[in-house]
């Protein structure tokens, strides 16, 4: 048992100065302590709170998200489905886990800025690297932004142009008159993207007043949570 606990100990005391040594490679700055980081990695309630709260929250954005219902619909097979959910998650697990294993090391480096917020948590990975690696995140980070936005937009306009189809083939069999001829898809894709326009105009005006993006997607996470069981149930 005492050589078991020995193994752990060095294999413990190996990963932490390897952590060392690539901290200071893209900061180029002073590194960890083993106390700070020990105190850093620590299990809590309140982690355990966040890991319980993320989970749900993401899931129940998630069930109402149209781009990822697009790519079922799209999907080739339901084994393809499967496969494909199943590998994004091991990558979106694996690139979560690190993303959280740099804020337990920058929160080691430098405990005392973030317990008096004079640095924000979720810009921590920054603090990590050295100026010039800033500028190649942000560019990469923008990039997937964009992919996600573009996906996203693509969806609303999918969504609002079937919506107009179905609702000029359901007057029809009613044996209404059509308010606009939706039976035609040209004309509901341009419905579609003028609606798309006007949908964006006060996301910019909320963009512009700076308002804080956790806290929306706190709302918004909230406001999924409660209506998953009740629609999907």
Known sequence: MRRVFNIRGVSKTCNMNEMKVYVRKFSGEKVFSSKNYNAASNW???????????????????MFNQGSL??????????????????GSVMVFFLMFFFGLMGVLAYAKDPDSYDNFEKLAYLSFFDLLGRGWHVLVLIFVTALAASSIDTLQNALRCVFSSGLISLESDLKKNGHNSWVNCGRCDYARMLAKVFLVLVNIPLVILASKSISVLALFLVADLVFARATLTVFL
């Not at 809590?44 to 998630?62: E, H, P, S, Y």
């Not at 790519?71 to 959910?85: C, I, L, P, Q, Y």
Request: a positive charge.
């Open 44 to 62: 809590t309630i309140d982690g355990f709170q966040a890991l319980v709260t993320l989970f749900i929250a993401i899931a129940c954005a998630k």
């Open 70 to 87: 697009q790519r079922v619909w799209a999907a080739k097979s339901d084994t393809d489905t499967r496969k494909g959910f199943a590998l």
